[in-house]
């Protein structure tokens, strides 16, 4: 079950203007990939950077799934010196963290990322105080306003008026 998305899509957005991408020169479809590649990536470390971390679980878990993400605290753990690596795949274990959390779909034109972690819909909604509720759905606005101008200045140096 998908919990939380969000989509950043050069073709729609290029539509409502009149513009197909699909159908525009290669050099034209480039520049566009290139700014739905930057601006989806953008979201997913801003996303991540304001998720509230217990174990992270929902922060690894959304958009590109990265065991990095995961909080490593050999401190906490008496006993024999461990590796950070040994921590990172502890606390995936832990956690219950894995690559299936993770959404990401790159169309090339169009990215979807978000996460199967149940829980990061509640996050957004205000349940942890390490993140003011909405962190998500900021996001989503920032994109909303923030990609069409990326678009059609990329364009624009291209030769395609928006």
Excluded: H
């Excluded at 605290?73 to 963290?97: E, I, L, V």
């Excluded at 003011?132 to 900021?138: H, L, Q, R, S």
């Amino acid at each position: 079950m998908v919990m939380a998305m969000l989509t950043v899509n050069a073709v729609e957005v290029a539509a409502v203007k009149g513009f197909l991408v699909e159908d525009a020169p290669r050099r034209i479809r480039r520049a566009a990939r290139r700014v739905v590649r930057r601006n989806a990536t953008m979201a997913m470390t801003r996303i991540k950077e304001r998720m509230p971390v217990d174990t992270g679980r929902a922060r690894a878990g959304w958009g590109r799934w990265r065991r990095s993400d995961l909080v490593t605290n050999p401190q906490r753990r008496r006993g024999p010196a461990r590796s950070r690596t040994f921590w990172r795949a502890w606390y995936a274990r832990r956690a219950r963290a894995n690559q299936a959390d993770a959404i990401w779909i790159d169309n090339g034109l169009s990215i979807t990322q978000g996460t199967n972690v149940g829980y990061v819909a509640q996050l957004n909604a205000g349940s942890s105080r390490k993140a003011p509720a909405g962190f998500i759905d900021v996001e989503i606005m920032y994109q909303k306003d923030d990609f069409p101008r990326r678009l059609s200045e990329a364009l624009a140096e291209e030769g395609v008026a928006l």
